[in-house]
């Protein structure tokens, strides 16, 4: 079957969902998604992106042969209690892939949540950025019996790469992945914030430049914009937690990533979007802003 003859649901549409799905139509799928009780945001991202609106989850899960849950991570296991109901109504079996940021303990908990339909269920873990933002490839790693609905997905800007049989081996290297990446993040403004309440930013910052220029290069790209996604990230940091728990590992490191996150989410940077967010904003406008939230946090 081609391309055109396949027609993929990505639910939902923000970011990175909007970004899948912009690739998927590029490579010649029509892409669909449900509107119905989205944001205004999240529909705009879809409508730019060329994915189409079909309303309803029903309408959706009727025509998808393959639906991409791309939900934040505190919702995916709702999203999976909800599309199983509409399944379940609709008599319809599409291939189920939770491309969340959960852990593997979670995705199991949705797999069974969509067992009972009969639906074929796939554990995707997304890493990297959304298709045609940098230039890389977008990975999509992928695991479970019934994978190879999405193993033989055919989209230049997505490499797919096969992890196996097992649900929960895709989710755990996401974890794994995103707990360097954005735990990193974390760490350098946690460092910033401390370094400030303490007094000693400024000095910090030259030697910095002397002897961790590319830690600081980071920190000037990345902190500034944490806002956008601080809200989405701070439950990733929960899930993360749990998986390093659940093998004997601290999970110390990422419950404070994830009060970092909880904290910049309560600054006015959290009403941006990636696609509203200045193009440039200092690292310093961005400390004085975040060390306000935590003066805010300490009186209340």
Known sequence: MSNAGMTIAVVGTGDMGSAVGAALVRA???VVTAGQGRSAASRGLAENAGIEDLGSLAAVVRAAAVVLSIVPPSAARAFATQIARVINETGARPTFADCNAVAPATVREVAAIIAPTGAPFVD????GRGPGVGGERTRFYVSGTERRAVLELKVPEIELIDLGPEVGTASALKMAYSSLNKGTDALLTAMLLAAERLGVRA????E???SQA?????MRVRVPFLGATAARYAPEMAEIAATYESVGVTPAFHRGAE????????????AETRATQPRERSLDAAVAVYVNALDRAAQG
Request: aromatic share 12%; charged share 15%; hydrophobic share 55%.
């Open 259 to 270: 009060w970092l996150y909880q904290l910049v989410a309560t600054t006015p940077f959290a």
């Open 124 to 127: 995707v873990g997304i890493v």
């Open 208 to 210: 910095l430049a002397g």
């Open 203 to 206: 000095p910090l910052m030259r």
């Open 214 to 218: 590319e830690a600081l290069a980071r």
């Open 28 to 30: 010649g799928y029509r």
